[in-house]
């Protein structure tokens, strides 16, 4: 019997079979995509040429918040990912849209900068049911998208798009329906009762609920801007707000700059400790010294997922809470409605 080298083939150059092997292995790689234990993301952004935005995993899926940069209205993002997550992605006017990130898996997002509701992304199923519903619903009336994402949950409760609606338009909104929301996710948990997120967020509602109007402000502790532990017990026994602001919403600026004039014609009846949820605290830093406000302000870098906004249930910018005798006496007000309702308060 005639042996040969595995590199060698009987009557043939061996570099044919090196080509043949370097072939192979390159239609591999490219049939992957991304390797095992990965996920990567690129896209190609209209009226975006170059720029950044930021992206964050709210269930831990990445360790802290990660700016993409876009060069030529292109972008590429990998990272590790050990399991299934849902990434939120943060762009410059602070707009939110998730991505359903899996272990060895790529995404490609293609989207007109200036019409982000209609953004696609595509390469799995969960994303481009995102998709689908991202469209079917960008000319929808806010109640008509919160009915469409009930009726998203129930037909598909076993989806992680699910988790991300009922978030956002069950709890992280203006006027939480917590008893609705835990309907939803006890049917998204018997098709899914491994879920750890799920399983968190069940706990969560528990606690979300004590901070409706008429109970008393849950205890919480955090750092300010300058280092100084802050809590509830800053907010005295009296009038107090905590309010939620930015430095790219101007409308949040303008409060805080409305509520100083309150609280210096209050006498000290009216005390306030303040959420930024930029994330720089240099922004926040700045725009403090430069409209002269001293309160408690606190900035952890964190953008929507600071411990204390989720301790208080607060998820909007502007966004507040009105505390009389550690009690919740309103919450989730206009910036108008807040004025009104302080200036007859402290009459």
Not at 112 to 134: I, L, Q, Y
Not at 214 to 225: E, H, R, V
Not at 257 to 283: E, N, T, W
Not at 310 to 317: F, P, Y
Request: include cysteine; hydrophobic fraction near 35%.
């Amino acid at each position: 019997m005639n042996m040969f080298s595995p590199l060698q083939i009987p009557g043939k150059p061996s570099f044919l079979l090196h080509f043949v092997l370097i072939a192979l292995c390159i239609f591999t790689l490219s049939s992957c995509g991304v390797e095992s234990g990965h996920f990567r993301m690129s896209g190609r952004f209209l009226n975006m040429d170059q720029g950044e935005f930021y992206v964050y995993g709210p269930e831990g899926g990445i360790d802290g918040i990660d700016t993409i940069h876009v060069q030529g209205g292109r972008f590429t993002f990998e990272r590790p990912l050990e399991r299934e997550a849902t990434l939120m992605l943060v762009f410059p006017n602070f707009s939110e849209q998730p991505i359903f990130a899996q272990p060895g898996k790529s995404v490609e997002i293609k989207a007109d900068a200036s019409h982000m509701k209609e953004m696609e992304v595509s390469g799995t199923k969960a994303n481009e049911m995102m998709t689908k519903f991202r469209k079917s619903t960008a000319n929808s009336s806010p109640p008509e998208i919160v009915k469409s994402a009930e009726e998203f949950i129930t037909a598909h409760p076993e989806s992680p798009v699910g988790l991300f609606l009922l978030r956002k338009y069950f709890i992280q909104t203006l006027k939480p329906d917590y008893t609705k929301a835990t309907a939803l996710a006890s049917k998204m948990l018997e098709k899914q009762p491994k879920n750890g997120s799920l399983i968190v967020l069940q706990k969560q509602l528990s606690q979300l609920s004590a901070t409706t109007v008429g109970k008393q402000l849950p205890s919480f502790t955090a750092k300010d801007i300058d280092g100084h532990t802050v809590s509830d017990k800053d907010l005295g026994d009296d009038l107090a707000v905590v309010y939620v602001w930015s430095s790219w919403n101007f409308e949040s600026q303008e409060a805080q700059r409305q509520l100083k004039r309150r609280v210096r014609k209050s006498g000290g009846k009216l005390r306030l400790i303040s959420i930024c949820i930029d994330a720089d605290p240099k922004k926040c830093r700045e725009i403090l010294d430069r409209d002269t406000i001293h309160w408690p302000n606190v900035c952890d870098g964190k953008l929507f997922e600071g411990p204390t906004l989720k301790r208080l249930g607060l998820w909007n910018v502007p966004d507040n809470l009105m505390i009389q005798h550690h009690r919740i006496i309103d919450r989730n007000l206009t910036s108008q409605e807040m004025y009104n309702k302080l200036d007859e308060l402290l009459k």
